[in-house]
């Protein structure tokens, strides 16, 4: 599985949210490469999911990724909830 | 491109190396939020961390972005592409005692900002896991935002990263 991590620039608050999400992957044992890329560069690339802050809903319009926006980046919690809930629905 | 996920776990801190007396004005008054990324990207560059020219392209990305470096309900974190004007890793800390607008929502108002200065893709990556580890501490956040002594932040912020 790979998850790519995006906001404007891909150095700022993308890799806030790689790490948030690397943590809790690891912490539920499942194995998926992450990286950190800006809104330009990841609407080239192909994933199976992406991560961003909210603000960047327009930023990623017409992106065919699945996407999950979070709304308080340092907030572990409603990460957690976001993304083990898409990978549920998912499996 | 990608990136190489290694956080050294032991040895100085980073974050000790960029915030101190020079970089972290506290209680401090901003109109709007140009000014306060003028402010906290002037304590970056009177550390000769910056060019001049980096504190424009924050306020540009703010522009060309949207609000989105309202990381998380009254905290913002500047930052721009170092495009050269970056001279090291740097990190600079304010507080307002009149909270601003950045037009993010219920984010909104803003009264603990940061400005970032990074040299590359990664390699600020282990400043960000402490910076992470400090914003996660709802307590410690609120502490900071109230505080008035720049010692007492340096302390609070070494005894969370010590935990």
Redesign the interface.
């Known amino acids: 599985m790979e998850i790519i991590t995006v906001?404007?620039?891909?150095?700022?608050?993308s890799?806030?949210l790689?790490?948030?999400v690397?943590d809790i992957l690891a912490k539920e044992g499942i194995k998926a490469e992450v990286?950190?890329?800006d809104?330009g560069?990841a609407k080239g690339r192909t994933a199976d999911l992406i991560m961003a802050?909210?603000?960047?809903e327009?930023?990623l319009e017409g992106v065919e990724i699945d996407k999950i926006y979070i709304?308080?980046?340092?907030?572990?919690d409603e990460i957690e909830k976001k993304l083990l809930g898409y990978l549920n629905q998912k499996e | 491109?990608?990136?190489l996920?290694f956080i050294q776990e032991s040895g100085e801190k980073m974050i000790y190396q960029a915030l101190s007396q020079n970089t972290i004005l506290l209680n401090e008054s901003a109109i709007d939020w140009g000014e306060a990324a003028k402010k906290a990207g002037g304590l970056l560059l009177d550390n000769q961390s910056i060019k001049k020219e980096y504190i424009a392209d924050m306020i540009a990305?703010v522009h060309?972005?949207?609000?989105?470096?309202?990381?998380?309900?009254g905290?913002a974190?500047f930052?721009?592409?170092p495009e050269g004007n970056v001279n090291e890793i740097c990190l600079s800390l304010l507080t307002l005692e009149k909270p601003i607008e950045f037009g993010?929502g219920d984010?909104d108002p803003v009264d603990l900002l940061f400005a970032?200065g990074?040299v590359?893709?990664?390699s600020?990556?282990q400043l960000?896991?402490e910076l992470?580890k400090i914003?996660?501490d709802g307590q410690l956040v609120e502490r900071i935002r109230t505080a008035t002594d720049v010692k007492k932040v340096l302390e609070m912020i070494k005894k969370k990263l010590e935990e």
């Open positions: 906001c404007g620039m891909g150095f700022g608050t890799l806030m790689k790490m948030t690397d990286s950190a890329l809104a560069s802050s909210a603000d960047l327009s930023a709304h308080n980046l340092t907030d572990d | 491109m990608e990136i996920y990305s060309e972005f949207g609000p989105y470096i309202v990381i998380a309900p905290i974190l930052h721009a592409r993010a984010k970032l990074a590359d893709h990664d600020h990556l960000m896991a992470m914003l996660k």
